[in-house]
């Protein structure tokens, strides 16, 4: 027996590849199948199954090209319908892969279809759980992404029963495999590990501690921060099926000249530019959005940017394929190309941002200027610079109405990436008087800056 597991960062996803004796299933794929085909190959096995967990919302799940591609079948839970042909399992079911079983736990909760897969090892015994977003490394997934259909807190009841009554009984020993770890929108707080055991999760977390329904139902919708608007769509994507992702690499990897690139702006694109934001704030330009490939670059273009949204791309040299990909993985099919030879190519004169180290605070602001932290709430919560005005980034720009655009502020967010991304999407909103911070609010905390806890909202 052989399990991996295949993280990815920008997006906090786990997929994983399972086999025995010859035979390989798939877990949760992401867009792009050629990792789970090599690895098969290196091994010298055949992948029988893709499994999906759920229908995913905060990614565009890889499942339909790669069955199609090695001929395998794909296994949803029950009450999964789909526009592609499926196997829909039904609760307890199990599939032989090798010497190993995988058997279906039907999970709702986080969506109705929610499954985790229990793999029963060639002893016979219960060895680990494939939990996808049912439950988390310290947390459980969100019950609020049917959009109506049914309520947060008719979902939330059900995850408390699935977790209950299939997730609970299992040995402690059992090792949980997730499919999301910390950063991902999918829960509010997930733990930093990427994988853990049921009884480890049983004492510590929360959602698992919880005494009675009504209880559960309180805690796992209390705080829950609005999904991506990209997440729906997405969804929708994984039910009904999409164009190949060789078709969409071919489609929108265009190289484009400087006077095709300006048509394609005046034609309502929107610049984004992938560069790290050390290099964006030296020489941009004007009204591009920087979101960079070094961080959570697609969990951000999700956030911050319409699915439908025309998009021409500005990156370093070599970067345009892992561009595209990226943005392609979270449903971001309506790329029109990159700009050929990247900003070196750009006859006219390059913007910049200002950027300062914490510790010149004092001597390069002016008095008048206002501190904006654009980090999430929770780390907000947890400390925050005592004139500091809370404005995260991802409500950005429907939370800037009531600032000054004649004002000076100071942006900054927990390292410096988010609030590269602000300070571009203010510079597009009009904003021109912008200070970065290197080194975000770490850095200023280290310079010895007054921290406070309490809530201050602007």
């Avoid at 929360?206 to 309180?218: G, P």
């Avoid at 694109?269 to 670059?297: C, H, K, M, W």
């Amino acid at each position: 027996m052989y399990i991996e597991q295949l993280y990815t960062n920008c997006l906090a996803e786990a997929a994983y590849y399972i086999e025995s004796d010859g035979e390989a299933a798939i877990i949760d794929p992401l867009r792009e199948t050629k990792p789970y085909i090599e690895l098969a190959n290196k091994r010298h096995s055949k992948i029988k199954y893709v499994f999906e967990t759920h229908f995913h919302a905060d990614f565009v799940s890889g499942h339909i090209d790669l069955a199609r591609e090695v001929d395998a079948v794909i296994v949803y839970g029950p009450k999964a319908v789909t526009a592609y042909k499926i196997h829909s399992a039904k609760d307890g079911e199990e599939f032989k892969i090798g010497k190993i079983k995988l058997r279906v736990l039907h999970t709702p909760g986080h969506t109705p279809e929610s499954s985790c897969f229990l793999l029963v090892d060639e002893s016979n015994k219960e060895h680990a759980v494939f939990t996808g977003d049912t439950l988390f490394v310290g947390d459980v997934g969100r019950p609020d992404l049917l959009d109506g259909v049914m309520s947060r807190e008719e979902l939330a009841g059900m995850l408390y029963d699935s977790l209950n009554k299939k997730i609970k009984t299992l040995p402690d020993e059992v090792i949980v495999y997730p499919g999301h770890g910390p950063g991902s929108s999918c829960g509010k707080n997930i733990g930093k590990e990427t994988y853990s055991t049921i009884g480890v999760q049983k004492k510590f977390n929360y959602a698992l501690k919880s005494t009675s329904k009504n209880d559960f139902i309180e805690q796992v919708t209390d705080g829950i921060l609005p999904p991506p608007s990209y997440f729906f769509e997405d969804a929708r994507i994984n039910k009904q099926g999409y164009v190949s992702i060789d078709s969409v690499m071919k489609s929108n990897s265009n190289p484009l000249t400087v006077d095709q690139f300006k048509e394609a702006v005046a034609q309502g694109a929107l610049i984004l530019d992938t560069r790290n934001p050390d290099d964006f704030e030296i020489g941009f330009v004007e009204d591009s959005l920087n979101i960079g490939l070094n961080g959570q670059y697609a969990v951000w273009v999700g956030t911050l940017i319409d699915i439908k949204q025309p998009l021409v791309l500005l990156t370093d040299t070599g970067k345009e394929e892992e561009a595209i990909l990226r943005l392609a993985r979270v449903g971001y099919e309506n790329v029109l190309g990159y700009l050929n030879g990247g900003v070196s190519s750009w006859p006219e004169k390059l913007q910049t941002v200002k950027s300062i180290v914490a510790e010149d605070m004092q001597t390069e602001v002016p008095a008048e200027a206002e501190v904006i932290d654009v980090r999430k709430p929770g780390e907000w919560n947890s400390g925050h610079l005592e004139e500091a005005f809370f404005y995260p980034l991802a409500s950005m720009p429907a939370n800037l109405g009531d600032l000054d655009k004649n004002k000076t502020y100071v942006v900054h967010c927990g390292g410096g990436y988010r609030s590269m991304i602000a300070i571009s999407l203010m510079r597009k909103q009009g904003f021109t008087n912008l200070i970065n911070i290197y080194g975000g609010f770490g850095a200023m905390v280290n310079a010895g800056m007054k921290v406070v806890s309490e809530i201050v909202v602007a």
